[in-house]
Protein backbone atom coordinates (compact mmCIF):
# COMPACT_ATOMS: atom_id res chain seq x y z
CA UNK A 1 0.00 0.00 0.00
CA UNK A 2 1.67 3.05 -1.19
CA UNK A 3 0.82 6.25 1.28
CA UNK A 4 1.01 9.42 -0.29
CA UNK A 5 1.73 12.71 2.57
CA UNK A 6 0.87 16.20 1.50
CA UNK A 7 3.57 18.74 3.23
CA UNK A 8 2.89 22.46 3.22
CA UNK A 9 6.16 24.47 2.65
CA UNK A 10 6.23 28.07 4.58
CA UNK A 11 5.41 29.63 1.57
CA UNK A 12 2.11 27.84 1.25
CA UNK A 13 3.42 25.41 -1.54
CA UNK A 14 2.50 21.77 -0.98
CA UNK A 15 4.67 19.26 -1.36
CA UNK A 16 3.87 15.26 -1.93
CA UNK A 17 6.17 12.63 -0.81
CA UNK A 18 5.47 9.24 -1.41
CA UNK A 19 5.57 6.73 1.67
CA UNK A 20 7.44 4.07 -0.54
CA UNK A 21 9.86 6.02 -0.70
CA UNK A 22 10.54 7.00 2.37
CA UNK A 23 10.56 3.92 3.76
CA UNK A 24 13.10 2.89 1.02
CA UNK A 25 15.48 5.43 2.09
CA UNK A 26 15.00 6.30 5.89
CA UNK A 27 18.86 7.42 6.04
CA UNK A 28 17.48 10.15 3.52
CA UNK A 29 14.72 11.76 5.62
CA UNK A 30 16.93 12.45 8.26
CA UNK A 31 18.27 15.21 6.30
CA UNK A 32 15.04 16.03 5.24
CA UNK A 33 14.19 19.09 6.77
CA UNK A 34 10.91 19.01 8.48
CA UNK A 35 7.53 21.32 8.31
CA UNK A 36 8.46 22.07 11.91
CA UNK A 37 12.32 22.57 11.28
CA UNK A 38 11.42 24.83 8.66
CA UNK A 39 8.94 27.03 10.29
CA UNK A 40 11.29 27.24 13.07
CA UNK A 41 13.53 29.00 11.07
CA UNK A 42 11.15 31.12 9.39
CA UNK A 43 10.25 32.49 12.49
CA UNK A 44 14.01 33.15 13.98
CA UNK A 45 14.40 34.80 10.75
CA UNK A 46 17.87 33.34 10.30
CA UNK A 47 19.49 33.21 6.90
CA UNK A 48 19.81 30.12 4.81
CA UNK A 49 23.81 31.15 4.60
CA UNK A 50 24.53 30.56 8.11
CA UNK A 51 24.39 27.59 7.77
CA UNK A 52 27.65 25.74 7.57
CA UNK A 53 28.77 24.62 4.03
CA UNK A 54 30.95 21.67 3.40
CA UNK A 55 32.75 22.51 0.86
CA UNK A 56 34.17 25.51 3.43
CA UNK A 57 35.71 23.11 5.93
CA UNK A 58 38.16 21.84 3.03
CA UNK A 59 39.89 25.55 2.47
CA UNK A 60 41.41 26.28 5.30
CA UNK A 61 43.06 29.95 6.01
CA UNK A 62 46.60 28.49 5.76
CA UNK A 63 46.18 28.46 2.05
CA UNK A 64 46.09 31.45 1.44
CA UNK A 65 49.15 32.60 4.06
CA UNK A 66 50.98 30.21 2.35
CA UNK A 67 50.65 31.76 -1.33
CA UNK A 68 51.74 35.17 0.15
CA UNK A 69 54.57 34.01 1.41
CA UNK A 70 55.51 32.10 -1.09
CA UNK A 71 55.33 35.41 -3.42
CA UNK A 72 57.40 37.32 -0.92
CA UNK A 73 60.26 35.01 -1.32
CA UNK A 74 59.82 35.07 -5.67
CA UNK A 75 59.96 38.88 -5.08
CA UNK A 76 63.21 38.20 -2.79
CA UNK A 77 65.15 36.50 -5.19
CA UNK A 78 64.43 38.33 -7.48
CA UNK A 79 65.86 41.68 -6.18
CA UNK A 80 68.78 39.52 -5.21
CA UNK A 81 69.13 38.06 -8.51
CA UNK A 82 69.00 41.88 -10.07
CA UNK A 83 71.46 42.73 -7.59
CA UNK A 84 74.09 40.25 -8.29
CA UNK A 85 73.33 40.86 -11.90
CA UNK A 86 73.91 44.62 -11.08
CA UNK A 87 77.40 43.78 -9.47
CA UNK A 88 78.51 41.66 -12.04
CA UNK A 89 77.91 43.98 -14.35
CA UNK A 90 79.90 46.68 -12.31
CA UNK A 91 82.55 44.40 -11.92
CA UNK A 92 82.97 43.76 -15.51
CA UNK A 93 82.56 47.47 -16.71
CA UNK A 94 85.18 48.29 -14.17
CA UNK A 95 87.46 45.83 -15.67
CA UNK A 96 87.25 46.91 -18.73
CA UNK A 97 88.78 50.41 -17.90
CA UNK A 98 91.08 49.38 -15.97
CA UNK A 99 92.69 47.31 -18.73
CA UNK A 100 91.84 50.40 -21.01
CA UNK A 101 93.74 53.22 -18.52
CA UNK A 102 96.74 49.92 -17.95
CA UNK A 103 97.04 49.95 -21.87
CA UNK A 104 96.74 53.61 -22.30
CA UNK A 105 99.29 54.49 -20.00
CA UNK A 106 101.60 51.59 -20.49
CA UNK A 107 101.75 52.78 -24.08
CA UNK A 108 102.47 55.83 -23.10
CA UNK A 109 105.70 54.53 -20.13
CA UNK A 110 107.23 52.12 -22.76
CA UNK A 111 107.29 54.64 -25.16
CA UNK A 112 109.26 56.90 -22.79
CA UNK A 113 111.78 54.38 -21.89
CA UNK A 114 111.64 53.40 -25.67
CA UNK A 115 115.75 53.29 -25.51
CA UNK A 116 116.21 51.89 -22.37
CA UNK A 117 115.41 49.17 -20.44
CA UNK A 118 111.72 48.34 -21.17
CA UNK A 119 111.73 45.47 -18.77
CA UNK A 120 112.40 48.34 -15.75
CA UNK A 121 108.28 49.73 -16.62
CA UNK A 122 106.97 46.05 -15.86
CA UNK A 123 108.98 45.47 -12.75
CA UNK A 124 107.52 48.85 -11.08
CA UNK A 125 103.71 47.90 -12.09
CA UNK A 126 101.64 47.66 -8.88
CA UNK A 127 97.79 46.42 -9.42
CA UNK A 128 95.13 48.66 -8.21
CA UNK A 129 93.92 45.71 -6.22
CA UNK A 130 97.04 45.70 -4.07
CA UNK A 131 96.57 49.34 -3.44
CA UNK A 132 93.11 49.26 -2.60
CA UNK A 133 93.93 46.38 -0.21
CA UNK A 134 96.43 48.75 1.17
CA UNK A 135 94.37 52.02 1.65
CA UNK A 136 91.18 49.91 2.43
CA UNK A 137 89.70 51.11 -0.73
CA UNK A 138 91.55 54.37 0.17
CA UNK A 139 90.00 55.70 3.30
CA UNK A 140 90.13 58.62 4.76
CA UNK A 141 91.40 58.30 7.52
CA UNK A 142 94.81 56.52 5.91
CA UNK A 143 95.33 59.64 4.62
CA UNK A 144 98.97 61.56 4.58
CA UNK A 145 98.27 64.13 3.25
CA UNK A 146 97.33 66.34 -0.11
CA UNK A 147 96.81 69.21 -2.25
CA UNK A 148 95.66 70.72 -5.38
CA UNK A 149 97.15 67.78 -7.22
CA UNK A 150 96.25 65.00 -5.49
CA UNK A 151 96.15 62.66 -2.21
CA UNK A 152 98.95 60.97 -0.25
CA UNK A 153 97.86 57.86 1.68
CA UNK A 154 100.92 56.06 3.89
CA UNK A 155 100.52 52.07 3.85
CA UNK A 156 102.24 48.90 3.86
CA UNK A 157 102.85 47.06 0.87
CA UNK A 158 102.73 43.00 0.45
CA UNK A 159 106.34 43.33 0.36
CA UNK A 160 106.36 45.34 4.11
CA UNK A 161 107.92 48.35 2.04
CA UNK A 162 106.19 51.25 4.12
CA UNK A 163 105.40 53.50 0.98
CA UNK A 164 103.54 57.05 0.39
CA UNK A 165 100.77 56.38 -2.16
CA UNK A 166 100.44 59.54 -4.60
CA UNK A 167 96.68 59.73 -5.65
CA UNK A 168 95.85 62.53 -8.24
CA UNK A 169 92.40 64.76 -7.93
CA UNK A 170 91.66 66.09 -11.31
CA UNK A 171 91.95 64.39 -14.62
CA UNK A 172 93.76 66.71 -16.38
CA UNK A 173 95.90 64.98 -19.89
CA UNK A 174 99.11 67.20 -18.95
CA UNK A 175 98.91 65.67 -15.45
CA UNK A 176 99.27 62.09 -16.78
CA UNK A 177 101.69 63.34 -19.19
CA UNK A 178 103.81 64.77 -15.59
CA UNK A 179 103.29 61.77 -14.03
CA UNK A 180 104.19 59.25 -16.79
CA UNK A 181 107.02 61.66 -16.89
CA UNK A 182 108.17 61.13 -13.34
CA UNK A 183 107.99 57.11 -12.98
CA UNK A 184 110.07 57.29 -16.89
CA UNK A 185 113.11 59.26 -15.16
CA UNK A 186 112.52 57.99 -12.03
CA UNK A 187 113.31 54.53 -13.02
CA UNK A 188 116.82 55.35 -13.74
CA UNK A 189 117.63 57.03 -11.05
CA UNK A 190 119.59 54.93 -7.79
CA UNK A 191 121.02 57.85 -5.44
CA UNK A 192 120.30 58.18 -1.61
CA UNK A 193 119.84 61.59 -1.71
CA UNK A 194 116.83 61.17 -4.50
CA UNK A 195 113.25 59.92 -3.50
CA UNK A 196 112.86 56.07 -4.31
CA UNK A 197 109.73 55.42 -6.48
CA UNK A 198 109.25 51.84 -6.00
CA UNK A 199 106.59 51.74 -8.85
CA UNK A 200 103.18 52.66 -10.11
CA UNK A 201 99.05 51.85 -10.76
CA UNK A 202 98.56 52.11 -14.57
CA UNK A 203 94.66 50.99 -14.10
CA UNK A 204 93.42 54.21 -13.36
CA UNK A 205 92.89 57.27 -15.46
CA UNK A 206 95.94 59.41 -14.39
CA UNK A 207 99.17 56.46 -12.73
CA UNK A 208 99.39 56.65 -8.97
CA UNK A 209 102.87 56.85 -7.94
CA UNK A 210 103.95 54.86 -5.07
CA UNK A 211 106.93 55.90 -4.07
CA UNK A 212 109.15 55.22 -0.25
CA UNK A 213 107.79 56.96 3.06
CA UNK A 214 109.81 59.95 4.13
CA UNK A 215 108.86 60.35 7.37
CA UNK A 216 109.89 63.65 8.65
CA UNK A 217 108.46 66.43 6.29
CA UNK A 218 110.33 68.99 3.98
CA UNK A 219 112.76 71.31 4.40
CA UNK A 220 110.81 73.96 4.18
CA UNK A 221 108.80 72.63 7.26
CA UNK A 222 111.61 72.54 9.10
CA UNK A 223 113.12 75.87 8.29
CA UNK A 224 109.98 78.08 9.12
CA UNK A 225 107.74 75.97 11.25
CA UNK A 226 110.84 74.09 13.57
CA UNK A 227 114.31 75.32 13.42
CA UNK A 228 117.43 73.27 11.99
CA UNK A 229 120.95 74.10 13.80
CA UNK A 230 123.48 75.41 11.35
CA UNK A 231 125.64 72.20 10.82
CA UNK A 232 121.86 70.61 9.30
CA UNK A 233 121.41 72.85 7.00
CA UNK A 234 125.11 73.14 5.64
CA UNK A 235 125.08 69.56 5.58
CA UNK A 236 121.13 69.00 3.45
CA UNK A 237 122.45 71.77 1.14
CA UNK A 238 125.11 69.47 0.58
CA UNK A 239 123.53 66.67 -0.09
CA UNK A 240 121.11 68.06 -2.10
CA UNK A 241 123.61 69.89 -4.27
CA UNK A 242 125.41 65.80 -4.64
CA UNK A 243 122.11 64.99 -6.02
CA UNK A 244 121.33 67.39 -8.38
CA UNK A 245 125.06 67.20 -9.34
CA UNK A 246 123.98 63.39 -10.09
CA UNK A 247 121.07 64.15 -11.99
CA UNK A 248 122.90 66.38 -14.37
CA UNK A 249 126.06 64.57 -15.59
CA UNK A 250 125.82 61.21 -13.98
CA UNK A 251 122.95 59.27 -15.59
CA UNK A 252 123.15 58.33 -19.06
CA UNK A 253 121.12 61.38 -20.21
CA UNK A 254 120.92 64.45 -18.27
CA UNK A 255 117.74 65.09 -16.21
CA UNK A 256 116.89 68.58 -15.42
CA UNK A 257 114.47 68.81 -12.04
CA UNK A 258 112.86 72.52 -13.16
CA UNK A 259 111.44 72.72 -10.00
CA UNK A 260 114.04 72.73 -7.12
CA UNK A 261 112.22 74.00 -3.70
CA UNK A 262 112.56 73.57 -0.26
CA UNK A 263 108.96 71.93 -0.40
CA UNK A 264 110.54 69.41 -2.77
CA UNK A 265 113.57 68.70 -0.36
CA UNK A 266 111.82 65.93 1.71
CA UNK A 267 113.59 65.08 5.05
CA UNK A 268 113.88 61.45 6.79
CA UNK A 269 114.39 60.80 10.56
CA UNK A 270 118.04 61.43 10.43
CA UNK A 271 117.15 64.74 8.35
CA UNK A 272 119.18 63.26 5.48
CA UNK A 273 117.68 65.02 2.50
CA UNK A 274 115.69 63.76 -0.19
CA UNK A 275 114.79 65.54 -3.35
CA UNK A 276 111.61 64.79 -4.55
CA UNK A 277 108.61 65.73 -7.38
CA UNK A 278 110.25 65.05 -10.53
CA UNK A 279 106.73 65.41 -12.94
CA UNK A 280 108.13 68.66 -14.58
CA UNK A 281 111.50 67.62 -15.29
CA UNK A 282 112.92 67.35 -18.47
CA UNK A 283 115.76 64.95 -20.19
CA UNK A 284 118.90 66.59 -22.24
CA UNK A 285 120.42 64.73 -24.63
CA UNK A 286 123.92 64.60 -23.58
CA UNK A 287 125.24 66.46 -27.23
CA UNK A 288 122.75 69.58 -26.75
CA UNK A 289 123.48 72.29 -23.26
CA UNK A 290 119.65 73.13 -23.48
CA UNK A 291 116.23 72.90 -24.73
CA UNK A 292 113.60 75.37 -25.75
CA UNK A 293 110.39 74.35 -23.70
CA UNK A 294 107.23 75.91 -21.97
CA UNK A 295 108.29 77.46 -19.19
CA UNK A 296 107.25 75.85 -15.80
CA UNK A 297 108.36 76.32 -12.25
CA UNK A 298 107.58 77.93 -9.09
CA UNK A 299 107.80 82.07 -9.40
CA UNK A 300 110.36 82.94 -7.14
CA UNK A 301 112.54 79.83 -7.78
CA UNK A 302 112.05 80.34 -11.35
CA UNK A 303 115.57 80.79 -13.45
CA UNK A 304 114.58 84.46 -14.76
CA UNK A 305 116.74 83.72 -18.03
CA UNK A 306 114.75 80.72 -18.51
CA UNK A 307 111.16 82.81 -17.78
CA UNK A 308 112.44 85.28 -20.84
CA UNK A 309 114.23 83.07 -23.34
CA UNK A 310 111.96 79.85 -22.16
CA UNK A 311 115.80 78.09 -22.52
CA UNK A 312 116.15 75.51 -20.10
CA UNK A 313 119.52 74.47 -19.33
CA UNK A 314 121.23 72.53 -15.95
CA UNK A 315 121.92 76.22 -14.91
CA UNK A 316 118.59 77.25 -14.20
CA UNK A 317 118.45 74.13 -11.49
CA UNK A 318 121.84 76.30 -10.21
CA UNK A 319 119.96 79.19 -9.95
CA UNK A 320 116.71 77.41 -7.93
CA UNK A 321 119.19 75.77 -5.46
CA UNK A 322 120.43 79.10 -5.34
CA UNK A 323 117.77 80.59 -4.06
CA UNK A 324 117.58 77.66 -1.44
CA UNK A 325 121.01 78.90 0.00
CA UNK A 326 119.71 82.07 0.77
CA UNK A 327 116.62 80.50 2.32
CA UNK A 328 119.03 78.57 4.70
CA UNK A 329 121.21 81.47 5.46
CA UNK A 330 118.15 83.73 6.41
CA UNK A 331 115.28 81.85 7.47
CA UNK A 332 112.90 84.21 5.77
CA UNK A 333 109.92 83.22 3.61
CA UNK A 334 110.46 83.78 0.19
CA UNK A 335 107.23 84.80 -0.94
CA UNK A 336 106.68 87.19 1.77
CA UNK A 337 109.49 88.61 2.23
CA UNK A 338 109.47 92.33 1.15
CA UNK A 339 112.66 94.99 2.11
CA UNK A 340 112.04 98.33 2.99
CA UNK A 341 113.07 99.14 -0.48
CA UNK A 342 110.64 97.20 -2.20
CA UNK A 343 112.99 94.55 -2.70
CA UNK A 344 112.53 90.52 -2.84
CA UNK A 345 114.46 88.15 -0.22
CA UNK A 346 117.17 87.32 -3.18
CA UNK A 347 117.88 90.68 -4.75
CA UNK A 348 118.36 92.15 -1.32
CA UNK A 349 120.21 89.34 0.10
CA UNK A 350 122.63 90.26 -2.93
CA UNK A 351 122.67 94.18 -1.86
CA UNK A 352 123.46 93.42 1.34
CA UNK A 353 126.34 91.19 0.71
CA UNK A 354 127.89 93.80 -1.07
CA UNK A 355 127.43 96.54 0.96
CA UNK A 356 129.20 94.22 3.96
CA UNK A 357 125.54 93.88 6.19
CA UNK A 358 125.00 90.90 5.58
CA UNK A 359 124.40 90.63 9.28
CA UNK A 360 121.42 92.38 8.78
CA UNK A 361 119.42 89.74 7.14
CA UNK A 362 120.75 86.24 8.34
CA UNK A 363 119.21 84.10 10.77
CA UNK A 364 120.31 84.71 14.64
CA UNK A 365 120.87 81.09 14.95
CA UNK A 366 123.50 80.86 11.60
CA UNK A 367 125.78 83.70 13.65
CA UNK A 368 125.61 82.05 16.75
CA UNK A 369 126.47 78.71 15.64
CA UNK A 370 128.40 79.55 11.79
CA UNK A 371 131.98 80.49 11.43
CA UNK A 372 133.65 82.07 8.49
CA UNK A 373 132.30 79.64 6.31
CA UNK A 374 128.89 81.69 6.52
CA UNK A 375 130.35 84.28 4.17
CA UNK A 376 131.47 81.29 1.94
CA UNK A 377 128.24 79.83 1.72
CA UNK A 378 126.70 83.61 0.93
CA UNK A 379 128.80 84.20 -1.93
CA UNK A 380 128.45 80.76 -3.53
CA UNK A 381 124.22 81.62 -3.10
CA UNK A 382 124.92 84.74 -4.93
CA UNK A 383 127.44 83.55 -7.42
CA UNK A 384 124.11 81.33 -7.82
CA UNK A 385 121.73 83.64 -8.12
CA UNK A 386 123.42 85.62 -10.95
CA UNK A 387 121.30 87.11 -14.01
CA UNK A 388 122.77 85.46 -16.93
CA UNK A 389 123.43 81.31 -16.59
CA UNK A 390 126.85 81.22 -18.06
CA UNK A 391 128.39 83.08 -14.91
CA UNK A 392 126.85 80.17 -12.33
CA UNK A 393 128.72 77.53 -11.97
CA UNK A 394 127.70 73.72 -12.63
CA UNK A 395 125.88 71.93 -9.97
CA UNK A 396 129.37 69.86 -9.45
CA UNK A 397 131.57 72.89 -8.56
CA UNK A 398 128.74 73.92 -6.23
CA UNK A 399 128.70 70.12 -4.85
CA UNK A 400 132.88 70.70 -4.20
CA UNK A 401 132.29 73.25 -2.60
CA UNK A 402 129.86 72.29 0.19
CA UNK A 403 131.67 68.77 0.62
CA UNK A 404 135.27 71.27 1.27
CA UNK A 405 133.33 73.68 4.02
CA UNK A 406 131.97 70.37 5.45
CA UNK A 407 134.94 68.49 5.84
CA UNK A 408 137.79 71.03 6.02
CA UNK A 409 138.83 72.29 9.22
CA UNK A 410 139.38 75.29 8.61
CA UNK A 411 136.97 76.01 6.61
CA UNK A 412 138.42 76.87 3.36
CA UNK A 413 138.01 76.55 -0.67
CA UNK A 414 140.61 73.68 -1.23
CA UNK A 415 143.00 74.35 -4.67
CA UNK A 416 140.94 71.59 -6.47
CA UNK A 417 137.32 73.32 -6.23
CA UNK A 418 139.34 76.78 -6.98
CA UNK A 419 140.64 74.71 -10.27
CA UNK A 420 137.11 73.43 -10.93
CA UNK A 421 135.57 76.89 -10.65
CA UNK A 422 138.60 78.44 -12.85
CA UNK A 423 138.08 75.95 -15.23
CA UNK A 424 134.37 76.91 -15.59
CA UNK A 425 135.15 80.60 -16.02
CA UNK A 426 133.57 81.71 -12.76
CA UNK A 427 134.82 83.34 -10.13
CA UNK A 428 134.76 82.83 -6.84
CA UNK A 429 137.13 84.42 -4.30
CA UNK A 430 137.56 82.45 -0.79
CA UNK A 431 138.20 84.79 1.74
CA UNK A 432 141.45 84.89 3.71
CA UNK A 433 142.36 82.94 7.09
CA UNK A 434 143.89 84.73 9.95
CA UNK A 435 147.36 82.90 10.54
CA UNK A 436 148.27 82.28 13.99
CA UNK A 437 150.25 84.93 15.72
Avoid at 245 to 250: F, G, I, P, T, V
Avoid at 335 to 356: H, I, K, P, Q, R
Avoid at 407 to 433: C, K, M, N, W, Y
Amino acid sequence: MVTKAILTSPTGAKISTSATSLQKTPSAMANVPTHRDLSSVVARKEPLATMPCPMAASNPPSLSTGIGVGSGASVIVFIVMVFFMMQKYKHQRATKLRHKFFEQNRGQLLQQLVSQRVDTAERMIISLEELEKATNNFDKSRELGGGGHGTVYKEILSDLHVVAIKKPKVVVQKEIGEFINEVAILSQVNHRNVVKLYGCCLETEVPMLVYEFVSNGTLYDHLHARSLSWDDRLRIATETAKSLAYLHSSVSIPIIHRDIKSVNILLDDTLTSKVADFGASRYIPMEQSGVTTMVQGTIGYLDPMYFYTSRLTDKSDVYSFGVILVELLTRKKLFSYMSSGGDSLVANFVTLLAEGSLLQILDPRVIEEGGIEVEEVAKLAVTCVKIKGEDRPTMRQVEMTLECLQTSTDHVLDGQVAEEFERGGVAIIPPSTNSAE
